[in-house]
């Protein structure tokens, strides 16, 4: 039998050579592929299918805030190790570890404005540490509704968190009280609070404040729930139907008023936020 | 587990104080009869609170934690049987359902009507299954905020009893939003103007704990546990092995005296020898004269200030854990 011809290179595999990372995309949603800068245009949306990728504090910015701009409260605040926790890797080598990326902790706060309204602003930074609060995230979401309290503002926070974090123990679960302690205060003065539900939003912070907005919107999609799948599966061994804890669950299951593409986030929060400061019976 | 299996129920550690006090007793039997054995009684009730005090005062955190889940300990409804009278159960959230798993009424304690709500565990497996272990769905939480804010209305202390193994990961919860179940118990105690006192009498675990922990005044029972997740999960999450729960309830400081430290409970109640489980009775009166206490002291602060001290109190807790 002839030995196969030796098949030249084709013009197909030339095209296989990287071409950079980040050039293009493929949607964790459809598998399409697409140009990663036009998945950034679309903050993370994919034009084919609507699914929503994660999106970074920049993209969050630039998509809700006016100029994209946040003027900063305590982004200084950092945590350190108050049981001396270690699980093979010390708490404060971690702490360290995801420092690194440039993010002090697990949310930032501050100022902005939303449509022309000012606003007391906070974003949960999932990839420090899975959005985790422990006593500076609690801290900072304390500060964020005391300063707006005082200034008068409505707060919108976007969650994205796996819950408490379990390296700062008791300490984190503390900071749930705390928080609601600081929203009450807010809600006394009736100021608005809009909860803005990303993906994932669970544990701890879904038990504390996130679903006690005055009016909660959820991105598409986002799994919010207060156990984790994986423990329910665990103890009522049994499979999950498919979408539980999605928002179109909570949505339908009255846990969450208005579930909303990014590209109308804003749009959509402002239109609420000029109804609630606008009362006038 | 049938009545005499969870009766005989003993812990390794506690097995040589456990068969010493059955010697007690049955030595205390025969002095009635025959008093020339009173001053062998007396040797061996030093020698038993001798032991207690050698074993149980190096128990690791996780023979603590096997103590709190005792399936003797006294749970709520032990408590309420003896600390109160007039006790009027109330049931139901008025939205969905009554939840077994917490009890909730208005009780008269030492000469004042406050109202009360605690967890409750079962003793046997068909009274488990109506209390679901303790471990409460929305609408157990949702029954709870309900008395609370019926508390707050007509000026009455609220006391809570802290004890589940956690909030009920299950479906129909998810569906009834335990997430918000429990943010709205944290809010309505945040904002109540009347004093409020918990007691972890047994295991507190995590926001379905906590539920019920947004106090003026915080006592934990000497060996009850009380975190941010179980140690079996944590290990399950740090490790991929809830067998390691051992280092994980070392790791996470969970037991009294280490909450205790950290600002997290003003008060630890001691129990009698041996554990709460000894001596229901002795342990309840412990209990009653750390909540008379407390809510003497409250008595004296005007309803806003109350609210104050609470916000003041969670407000520092977290400090010990940021840098500068």
């Not at chain 1, 995309?25 to 036009?38: I, P």
């Not at chain 1, 420092?99 to 000012?118: E, F, H, V």
């Not at chain 1, 994986?230 to 928002?247: A, C, D, H, M, Y």
């Not at chain 2, 603590?64 to 300990?73: D, G, I, N, S, T």
Request: proline content about 5%; some cysteine.
């Amino acid at each position: 039998m002839p030995l196969p011809d030796k098949t030249p290179p084709s013009a197909d595999a030339s095209e296989k050579r990287s071409v950079g990372k980040g050039v293009f995309r493929k949607c964790d949603g459809c598998g399409e592929t697409t140009y990663g800068s036009v998945l950034a245009d679309r903050f993370g949306v994919c034009a084919e299918c609507g699914h929503h990728h994660k999106l970074d504090e920049a993209g969050w910015c630039a998509l809700l805030l006016d100029d994209g701009a946040l003027d900063q409260w305590d982004a200084e605040l950092c945590a350190r190790d108050p049981l001396g926790f270690s699980d093979g890797k010390p708490y404060d080598e971690r702490l360290r570890a995801a420092q690194r990326s440039g993010r002090k902790d697990a949310i930032m706060i501050g100022r902005g404005a939303l449509d022309g309204q000012a606003v007391a602003f906070g974003l949960f930074q999932f990839a420090f540490m899975g959005g985790s609060m422990g006593s500076v995230v609690g801290e900072k979401i304390t500060r964020l509704f005391e300063r707006a309290t005082d200034a008068r503002l409505p707060v919108v926070l976007v969650s994205a968190s796996g819950g408490a974090r379990m390296q700062e123990g008791i300490l984190s679960l503390m900071q749930m009280a705390k928080t609601v302690g600081a929203l009450a205060r807010h809600r006394d003065a009736r100021l608005p609070f809009l909860s803005v539900l990303a993906h994932p939003t669970t544990g701890g912070v879904a038990a504390s404040f996130a679903l006690l907005g005055d009016v909660n919107v959820a991105e598409p999609g986002a799994l919010i729930g207060f156990a984790g799948p994986r423990v329910i599966e665990n103890t009522i061994r049994q499979k999950l139907p498919p979408g539980f804890q999605r928002s179109e669950f909570l949505r339908s299951h009255g846990m969450v008023d208005l579930i909303v593409s990014r590209l109308e986030m804003k749009a959509s929060l402002g239109r609420v936020l000029s109804h609630l400061s606008g009362g006038r019976a | 587990m049938p009545r005499a299996a969870v009766a005989n129920f003993v812990l390794p550690f506690e097995a040589p104080f456990v068969e010493l006090q059955e010697r007690v007793r049955e030595l205390r039997a025969a002095a009635e009869r025959d008093p020339s054995l009173l001053g062998q009684l007396a040797t061996l009730e030093v020698r038993a609170g001798e032991l207690a005090r050698d074993v149980f005062s190096q128990l690791s955190p996780i023979e603590k934690v096997q103590l709190a889940r005792h399936p003797m300990r006294p749970y709520t409804s032990d408590y309420l049987s003896r600390l109160c009278t007039d006790l009027v159960e109330l049931a139901g959230d008025r939205r969905y359902g009554e939840d077994a798993s917490i009890v909730a009424g208005l009780a008269r304690f030492r000469g004042r009507s406050v109202a009360v709500v605690g967890q409750q565990k079962g003793r046997n497996t068909k009274e488990n299954v109506r209390r679901n272990f303790g471990m409460p769905n929305p609408e157990g939480y949702r029954k709870a905020d309900r008395v609370y804010q019926l508390a707050d209305r007509f000026r009455l202390p609220i006391v809570t009893f802290i004890d589940t193994p956690g909030a009920y990961p299950g479906i129909g919860g998810e569906e009834r939003g335990q997430g918000e179940a429990i943010g709205a118990c944290l809010y309505t105690l945040a904002c109540v103007e009347v004093p409020v006192v918990a007691i972890v009498i047994g295991e507190g675990g995590s926001g379905g704990a906590l539920a019920l922990g947004v106090a003026n005044r915080v006592m934990m029972l000497e060996y009850a546990w009380y975190s941010v997740i179980s140690p079996e999960g944590c290990a399950a999450i740090l490790w991929k092995d809830g067998a390691r729960a051992a280092d994980a309830a070392a790791q996470l400081k969970l037991t009294a005296s280490d909450l205790s430290r950290l600002g997290v409970v003003e008060r630890v109640i001691d129990e009698p020898a041996g554990g709460a489980h000894q001596d229901h009775e002795r342990a309840a009166s412990l209990v009653g004269d750390a909540l008379e206490a407390a809510l003497e002291e409250l008595s004296l602060l005007s309803p806003a200030a109350l609210r104050d001290d609470r916000y003041q109190r969670f407000r520092r807790l977290g400090d010990a854990a940021i840098a500068g």
